[in-house]
């Protein structure tokens, strides 16, 4: 079946460490997306990617780096300049513009 | 994509009443799209609207999308324990999605 894993589902790291959540699609789709929620929040932008080898920043970019070396695959870092960075981390992939996104069931990282 | 606003933030029900949730922008959209979040899930795409005063129904589920393009609506007919989730509208726009900030439904059975 075809869809989007994100490893791991929950994610320990100590403060001042940097640390990499894994997003992969099958689905063949061209765009890529990082989405930050927190709690009781909606879906805020961190970067995204409409083709390989390409990506732009969001809206909360800062702190976070990305790649999209290839098609299936579009990791996350979460820096240690992220002030922040305790939150539920959610991937998305899409075909286009005008249809929905398909998203991954999420990697809830905290940091202590 | 556009800032889009929604409200109510919360709704509490009892189980086969109705229920809507609005979600409004200052500016003329393209399209919006509508997701579903259940506790302890992750979004799942709904529905989108692209057209002017356009209606889509699914099941118990009525999507609108206004006729000035500003705002649309989601109503859940006699909604079941089942409903129970976040419901989050969204507006594509230069290839990224802006996503409202919930309408959080609880069902009491």
């Known amino acids: 079946d075809g869809g989007i894993t994100q490893s791991p589902k929950y994610l320990f790291r100590k403060e001042g460490q940097n640390v990499t959540l894994s997003c992969e699609q099958n689905?063949?789709?061209?765009?890529m997306y990082w989405y930050r929620q927190d709690p009781g929040q909606g879906l805020r932008l961190i970067y995204y990617?409409?083709?390989?080898?390409?990506?732009q920043k969001g809206d909360i970019a800062e702190g976070y780096s990305v790649s999209r070396e290839k098609k299936e695959s579009f990791p996350l870092t979460v820096t240690s300049a992220q002030k922040n960075p305790t939150a539920f981390y959610l991937c998305?992939?899409?075909?286009?513009?005008?249809?929905?996104?398909?998203f991954g069931s999420g990697t809830r990282l905290t940091v202590v | 994509g556009q800032q889009v606003m929604q409200i109510p933030q919360y709704q509490h029900v009892q189980e086969g009443e109705d229920f809507t949730t609005y979600c409004n922008s200052s500016?003329?959209?393209?399209?919006i799209q509508w997701y579903k979040q259940r506790p302890g899930g992750h979004p799942v795409f709904l529905i989108q609207?692209?057209?002017?005063?356009e209606v889509k129904k699914q099941k118990r589920l009525t999507f609108q999308f206004g006729e000035a393009k500003k705002n649309s609506s989601l109503h859940i007919t006699a909604t079941q324990t089942t409903d129970v989730g976040t419901y989050f509208c969204?507006?594509?726009?230069?290839?990224?999605?802006?996503f409202g900030d919930g309408t959080t439904l609880t069902v009491k059975p």
């Open positions: 990617s409409q083709i390989v080898n390409d990506f």
């Open positions: 998305a992939s899409s075909m286009g513009q005008r249809v929905g996104y398909t």
């Open positions: 609207l692209v057209k002017s005063g």
């Open positions: 500016t003329t959209l393209s399209n």
């Open positions: 969204a507006n594509t726009n230069a290839g990224k999605s802006t």
């Open positions: 689905l063949n789709h061209d765009a």
